[in-house]
């Protein structure tokens, strides 16, 4: 009947918590709902530690040209130096310095993660939502869709679209990653969404008129948050670690300054070999740890989707 | 307002195909005909799996049937569709058996009500608040500015059932179809709810279909009575005739299942010896669910 | 001599978010050997909690912080671990409303016997096929249902096995947690005369908590009536309609009626239980109360011997609580006529 425009009762479904005057219209905003989900996962003690790293790497990434003493791609420096004052870290095989390149190559893994982890989520949402509300083709070609690539193994099938794929760079492999990433968190997207649909308020909801379009997105999928964050963090885990593991094959473009990057190059100078320990050790721990606080803040989201545990 | 729609079901048929099973149909309902006339509030009574569930959402246009046809008024219901199907629904509205489930989780009661009453009457935004405080108000929940903002789980089992009547009041309905409405409730709750139907019913002409297994709410809540068994209507007549001189032996087990206390007499006579044969085995209405899985 | 006896109970509920919940407050209740006990309120009374204190199943976020419970004669409040395993096969069984839903979909009724049997080691095969057999027939049930799959069995079905699972350990004392609720009308009255057929010609103790007392004042040989956490009648069942003091088990049997009567009024009860977490003085009924007086907003009355029952309330002596005056519904309560 009316668009999207409609908020009764002034409280929008993402409000739906925050039990707001009952008068006076009051949209909900997405900055609130960031917020109200960080508090909300700032509670389990895991996630907080998870969310503490995140936001360090997310500092790094940000100072990078202040906390840097270096261009990370300066190789005007000697080759293969050891850690010294003026290189905390030596240097690479190239003669660049491995602290500048670390603190820089944080700003490639987040973004990847980032891009990586709302595109694949975006997708998962969609195909889960579709396939799980609606019923016939549309279910069975996504559904189908969404096995076939659960199956597909996933390294050969990255390294063939990124072999494939014109072009060399970022954008590729956050695309690849993408590609290959969805289909997890789209099935259990879908099984939910099917288990949800069959509940007595969705019946409610179109009895009292509402339209499809409306019922998947302010009924369904709000009770579904913790499940589209989880998908998040775990598609951002899968990102960082594939995007590390494709640059380290190559296959990505060996000019940027990443962390996988690093150690491709640390690979091709045998870094290991001349006692260059570090430059395998610091970027593959910096991924590591990415990851590793990925995967924390995901014990936090089950509180995102109830309503008793959101409401302090 | 044309005051004098009736509820008409004739010769209903409907089949589930059962889930994995290709060419298992399980039968629901068998050809079950029923009158509600306006204003009137007739009991649909049944064990589960005598169909009455089913019969509800036929009635709701949530489903269609097999075979048969359903008239509201002239209004053919297995037939609508888009702008005339949302129509019906305005006039034609259900009170779901279970409260904790028919709310959503995160929504609130001012936007469990605004839904209503954006979409079936066209309220602007600007009047959705106030007529949402009436809503509840005329269900018995003030004052209203105190429940609007509350969140389902904030709300106990009885005052969780008056915000889905509320709900279903919105659109005002001509006929109410009330699914077991009490029986999620602790007993000392029910008289409330079933008083406000009633009081709703008589007060504002309401038509109402009451499904239930429970011979003594709708003994209370309705004055003629429909009595389904696997889909077929065994039974019907004026309720105290019904329930004071059974014909069919499923009403009277039905009767029987009730427990009785008001006096000593009868409290013996009930848990008396002819249920508790080792004839528990079949038990008649028990096995509908295993009946068609094991066939 | 009591069987199960409980002693000053009580049980609080510490949630994550909130004050904590005095679920259950300084409740003495006992099981003679043989009994048949109904424990009786409305959903959140705490009759629940005390079934799992009683039957050592609290888990938290409830805690017992008070009070002992005694299993023939001994002290099985602090049993933990392998003491407690003993106590459950040996004598304490429980079935539960979600026990139907308990058994392994994957597994044959026949397995789900074959590993109760299994713990108790003794018996040899043939002796297991006959006793299996036994038991199912006890519970009204063919030997056929071994070989098949829980998804084949409707609900009562399903719940007569999961009695039969129960009986296999030869169970001094059964507790019954809303074993019927989840069943059909009549699927529901079949089992409770089961059960209540089982009892009188097994002889085990048994404790069935229904939030119905309808259904339990025709099964059972007392009644206990919970409110807000605590005890506020304990008779025999026979008595309750026609002696009933407490003016909260009076309102409940007001809930009832016979459908077949020539006129029926059903009552509601006006208002809502109290919080749990905050403690108010005086009685947790008289807010809903058609009785109330100064007194009872002040002091909150003790459960006391009255003629052959239990009953906490002030005015329990009184002729407007006699079961014969017509003191009314409470202000405020709902009536239904039809």
Known sequence: MRGAGTRPGGLGPGLA??????????????????????????????????????????LVAALAPVLAPYSPTNAS????????????????????????????????????????????????????????????????????????????????????????????????????????????????LRSQTASLRSRDFV???????????????????????????????????????????LEFLGLGNPSTVSWGTMLYWAQNTSALLTGQWIQVFAPGLCIGLLAASLALVNFGVDSLSNPRLRER | ??????????????????????????????????????????????????????????????????????????????????????????????????????????????????????????LPDRDLPQEAAALLERVGLGPAEQFLPKLPHQLSGGQRQRVVIARALASRPKLLVADEPVSMLDVSLRAEILALLKDLQTSEGLSMLYITHDLLSARVAT?????????????????????????????????????????????DGVSGGQRAAPGGRTEGGEEPGAGGAGA | MALLEARGVDIVYRPPLGPPILAVRDVSLSV????????????????????????????????????????????????????????????????????????????????????VMAGDGSSRRGERQDRMRSLLEQVGLDASVLARYPHELSGGMRQRVAIALVLSLEPRLIVFDEP?????????????????????????SALMISHDLGLVANATDRIVVMYAGRIVEDRAARTVVTEARHPYTRALLGCYGDPRADSVELRGIPGAPPDLSRQAAGCAYAPRCGLAQERCWQEEPALRRVGEAWVSCHRAEEPEAAPTAEAGPAPGAATVRG
């Open chain 2, 223 to 267: 004055s003629r009575l429909v009595v389904l068994e696997r889909g077929l209507v065994v039974e019907e007549g004026p309720t105290v005739h019904v329930l004071q001189h059974p014909q069919h032996p499923y009403t009277r087990r039905l009767i029987d299942a009730v427990p009785k206390l008001t006096s000593g007499g009868d409290v």
């Open chain 3, 32 to 115: 003679d050997t043989g009994e048949f006990v109904g424990l009786v309120g409305e959903s959140g009374c705490g009759k629940s909690t005390l079934g799992y204190a009683l039957t050592r199943m609290l888990r938290p976020p409830a805690h017992q912080t008070g009070g002992r419970v005694m299993f023939d004669g001994h002290d099985v409040t602090d049993l933990r671990g392998e003491a407690l395993r003993r106590l459950r096969r040996r004598g304490l069984g429980l079935v539960l409303q979600s026990g139907m839903n308990a058994l392994n979909p994957v597994r044959q009724i026949g397995k789900h016997f074959g590993d």
């Open chain 1, 77 to 188: 420096f000697a080759d293969s130096l050891g850690p010294s004052a003026r290189h905390l870290l030596g240097t690479t095989g190239t003669g660049q310095d491995v602290l500048s390149q670390v603190l820089y190559g944080s700003r490639i893994s987040l973004l990847v993660a980032m891009c990586a982890g709302t595109f694949a989520t975006l997708i998962a949402v969609t195909v889960g939502l579709l396939a799980g509300y609606l019923r016939g083709v549309v279910e069975e070609v996504l559904g189908f869709a969404t096995n076939v690539m659960l199956v597909i193994p996933g390294l050969p099938l990255m390294i063939v679209l990124a072999t494939y794929v014109p072009g060399r760079g970022i954008s590729v492999i956050i695309l690849v990653i993408v590609l290959t990433g969805w289909a997890w968190g789209a099935r259990v």
């Open chain 3, 180 to 204: 019927t609720t989840a069943l059909d009308v009549l699927v529901q009255a079949a089992v409770m005369d089961t059960i209540r057929s089982l009892q009188r010609a097994t002889g085990f």
């Open chain 1, 203 to 245: 019946l409610a909801a179109q009895l009292s008129g509402d339209r499809t379009w409306r019922i998947v997105f302010h009924e369904i999928l709000p009770n579904m948050t913790s499940l589209v964050a989880a998908s998040f963090f775990a598609a951002a885990t899968a990102g960082v670690l594939a995007e590390a593991g």
């Open chain 1, 17 to 58: 918590g925050q039990a707001g005057p009952p008068r006076g219209p009051r949209p909900p905003g997405g900055l609130l709902v960031l917020a109200r989900a960080i508090r909300s996962l700032w509670g389990d003690g895991r996630a907080r530690l998870g969310m503490l790293t995140i936001l360090a790497f997310v």
């Open chain 2, 1 to 122: 307002m044309s005051a004098g729609r009736s509820l008409e079901v004739r010769d209903v048929a409907k089949a589930f195909r059962a889930r994995g099973s290709r060419g298992v149909s399980v039968q629901a309902l068998r050809g079950v005909s029923l009158r509600v006339e306006p204003g009137e509030a007739v009991g649909l009574v049944g064990a589960s799996g005598s169909g009455k569930t089913t019969l509800a959402l036929l009635v709701l246009a949530a489903q269609r049937p097999s075979r048969g046809s359903i008239f509201f008024g002239e209004t053919r219901v297995e037939r609508l569709r888009g702008r005339a199907l949302r129509a019906y629904r305005r006039d034609v509205q259900y009170v779901f058996q279970d409260p904790y489930a028919a709310l959503n989780p995160l929504h609130t009661v001012a936007y469990a009500l605004a839904r209503p009453l954006a979409n079936l009457r066209g």
